[in-house]
């Protein structure tokens, strides 16, 4: 058997480890992730409401009703108490009904295909701006961003401006992953043929670590990319700075990319074929291909012609 004091040294010593984690899910630079740690936190005390009186109570009557002490008092014929009932049933069922009121509004409140409509808890969006529009796609085992208002692209490197509403359009090239910034927003899956979205924004200028959160295979490990929050102007610098590159991402260009390869260095294109991410998105890449929703339409019109 282990030596008590050695069991109580380790037992301490793992709080110490712990003490010196970085919890980046409640410490996010994000609205959105704000809300979202704010929800956690919210969740987990209303549950502790429960948890820790019966923990408390458990110890209290094994310590109590323990073999030795013959003072505590014995009632076998005891079996019921009204208050005791509603207590024990009362408690936990008004803390779900506040987590499933909790649930349902934030389920819609923090809905990632609902546009903001704050950049932080004090401030509206203001009226007319609209939201920079950035396309991801999963490929194996790397990350590409396209953003087709500045016509760029890069590969594991993003980078948006603070206080700026993003829209991610979001797709995978083959296996499912799942895209995701603790310190912006919450995880999104990014599926092939398919696309998925968030809106989010962040509100602190800095370097930030994203990543996918759904195994994909052999370099999963690796499928990190640096994200860069940046005032408006160096942010603007930094969409010049790409565009000075003389590499231009077209489809056979996407094609070789898109090959799977692992620890990929970060890649900027200066210039990116603006029907590049709906032939990713249908599938269409290729020449001669049908894209997905030209195969969808003239299905539907077969169907409508048949039908009449």
Known sequence: MMPLIVRRGLFFLSFAFLAGCDTVVLNPAGD???QQGNLIV???VLMLLIIVPVIALTILFAWKYRKSNTAAKYDPEWDHSTKLELVIWGAPLLIIIALGLLTWITTHTLDPYRPLDRLDEGRPVPEGMKPMIVE????????????????????????????VPIQFKITAST??????????????????GMETKLNAVLNEPGEYEGFSANYSGAGFSHMRFKYHGMKNADFERWVQEVKAENST????????????????PIRRYGNVDPALYHGILNRCVAEGTTCMDEMMMRDHHRAMGHHE
């Open 175 to 192: 296996v499912m992953n799942s895209f995701y910034i603790p310190e912006l927003a919450g995880q999104i899956y990014a599926m092939a």
């Open 136 to 163: 991801v796609v999963a490929l194996d085992w790397k990350w590409l961003f396209i953003y087709p208002e500045q016509g760029i692209a890069t590969v594991n490197e993003l980078a948006t401006p603070v206080d």
């Open 249 to 264: 991402l077209d489809r056979p260009g996407y094609l070789q990319l898109e090959k799977p390869s692992e620890r990929e």
């Open 42 to 44: 919210i969740s987990t």
């Open 32 to 34: 959105v992730a704000v």
